[in-house]
């Protein structure tokens, strides 16, 4: 299957949207998305941006993307986290996630990080089999760990010195 893999443009953001969308769908979050387009299109391509993201494309279609950033180890130095590799369902198995995972690590290595860093939900399997063919060590003695704006705001209330 041919598909085509380039850097997203902020063009794209309603297409990279739609596909953001359908992963909450099938982790089984539909309403957790709350960035919009517009906050994709300023985020990713102002002044500063905030993240790079590769799209993959077939028959002029955005069917894939891969949304990474840059963070910094304090063991290993650079690095950088994908935070979504997202294949439509129709397109899985199409060998899209391969290509887009291949622009993923070329980029990194490019950008000369230690390591790239992401997760996977523990169900997931068919994703942690890719990764782990890939290569990929899922490290399954770590938990992710979050805090979110309600929480932020009852710590930064409830802190003591």
Not at 58 to 82: F, N, Q
Not at 118 to 145: C, H, S, T
Request: charged fraction near 25%; include cysteine; glycine fraction near 8%.
């Amino acid at each position: 299957m041919e598909f085509n893999i380039r850097p997203a443009s902020s063009e794209d953001m309603d297409s990279v949207h739609h596909l953001i969308r359908e992963l909450a769908h099938f982790e089984k979050e539909p309403q957790a998305v709350e960035v919009t387009v517009a906050q994709l299109r300023a985020h990713g391509f102002g002044e500063h941006p905030l993240f790079h993201c590769i799209v993959g494309e077939h028959k002029g279609e955005i069917v894939g993307m891969a949304l990474v950033y840059a963070r910094y180890s304090t063991w290993k130095g650079p690095v950088l986290h994908l935070e979504d590799l997202i294949v439509t369902e129709r397109m899985r198995g199409s060998g899209l996630g391969s290509a887009l995972l291949d622009e993923v690590v070329a980029h990194g290595h490019k950008m000369g990080v230690k390591r790239i860093s992401w997760e996977v939900l523990d169900w997931n399997e068919p994703a942690i089999q890719f990764y782990e063919a890939k290569g990929a060590k899922v490290m399954r003695d770590w938990d992710v760990v979050q805090m979110d704006e309600q929480g932020m705001a009852k710590y930064l209330k409830n802190r003591q010195y």
